[in-house]
């Protein structure tokens, strides 16, 4: 079963607006990673938090983790047409090795 | 560095025939992953190998579904016979191993969409 389940499922933006995506799960985490899957191809990390962290950014991508409540964000900020893609949230649990996806947020940012 | 290969690309079968997908990863990446990806869904594990030994095959339909990595480098997954609800993207990834692996990303390949008739 999926751990992760993204809100909203779908997004649709005007470019230069920022788009939030939203993340929940269950069980207890060692690492929370988002991932980004443009039409047709494969999915290529974007940044990955340790349960131990509050927030972390890469470039225009904002972060953040809130183990109490089990829920992770992703900020876009300056969002580009280019953004346009799927995006998933995956959960590496502490009793194990596996990486579990949620659903996904699909993001459509308009020229 | 060069990404993770996979072939084909597209592949159209019928029910009950059978059908075998091939992952090259990232040399040097002792770990290799095969995924099912259901159309508007996220990717679901179906086997994780560390090298050529099995990690994790909980999710995968044992009766019908197989995968090998017999020397540890590329990889294959076969289906036999196929169903129709094996519709689905088989995605195939990578990630280095070692001490804080767990912390490492991991590197897919563009996928074979396999369609059921």
């Known amino acids: 079963s999926q751990q992760g389940e993204e809100d909203p499922q779908a997004l649709s933006i005007q470019e230069g607006e920022n788009a939030t995506m939203n993340c929940s799960y269950k069980?207890?985490?060692?690492?929370l990673q988002w991932y980004r899957q443009n039409s047709g191809r494969g999915l290529v990390h974007l940044i990955l938090?340790?349960?131990?962290?509050r927030e972390k950014h890469s470039g225009r991508l904002r972060v953040t983790l809130d183990t109490s409540k089990k829920s992770s964000s992703l900020l876009i900020t300056a969002s580009r047409a280019a953004d346009t893609a799927s995006y998933f949230c995956?959960?590496?649990?502490?009793?194990?090795?596996?990486?579990?996806f949620g659903e996904g947020t699909q993001l459509t940012v308009n020229p | 560095e060069a990404g993770v290969a996979q072939s084909p690309r597209y592949k159209i079968i019928e029910k009950r025939q059978s059908v075998a997908f091939w992952c090259n990863p990232i040399?040097?990446?002792?770990?290799l992953y095969w995924y099912q990806q259901i159309l508007g869904q996220g990717p679901k594990l179906l086997i994780q190998?560390?090298?050529?030994?099995?990690?994790?095959d909980s999710q995968l339909p044992k009766d019908r579904f197989s995968a090998e990595r017999l020397k540890g480098v590329d990889s294959t997954l076969k289906i036999q016979p196929a169903k129709l609800e094996d519709s689905a993207v088989y995605l195939c990834?990578?990630?280095?191993?070692?001490?804080?692996?767990?912390?490492?990303?991991?590197?897919f390949g563009d996928g074979t969409r396999l369609s059921i008739l």
């Open positions: 040399s040097g990446h002792a770990t």
């Open positions: 995956a959960t590496r649990e502490t009793s194990g090795s596996r990486l579990t």
């Open positions: 938090i340790r349960s131990n962290e």
């Open positions: 990834a990578s990630s280095p191993s070692g001490t804080g692996h767990s912390n490492q990303p991991q590197h």
């Open positions: 069980t207890s985490i060692n690492n």
């Open positions: 190998f560390q090298n050529n030994g099995v990690v994790d």
